[in-house]
């Protein structure tokens, strides 16, 4: 399954800058930084990520939301349906 930090790379293969990215996408100085650290995306920052690559924003606020929750057997059964329905 792909991950929010996929579409971060992807984006940064077409603008390398990474404070290009976060002046296009409204956000502080340090929040695509930030989130880069944590591992993962915000929903609302992956969907608009995801706009700007010409993608559909609704399948990354998905993958960002499961991405953000905690291990659980709920948390893995969505992970393998949505993989299944997404082919991402």
């Known amino acids: 399954m792909q991950t929010t930090l996929n579409l971060l790379a992807n984006a940064l293969k077409t603008e390398p800058n990474m404070a290009t990215w976060t002046k296009r996408l409204g956000l502080s100085d340090k929040a695509l930084y930030n989130a880069r650290d944590r591992g ?38 969505m992970v393998k349906r949505m993989a299944k329905s997404l082919m991402l």
């Open 40 to 77: 993962h995306l915000s929903p609302a920052i992956a969907g608009a990520l995801a706009e700007e690559l010409g993608q559909d924003p609704k399948e990354w606020i998905v993958v960002a939301a499961l991405e953000s929750e905690r291990d659980s057997a709920c948390k893995t059964r």
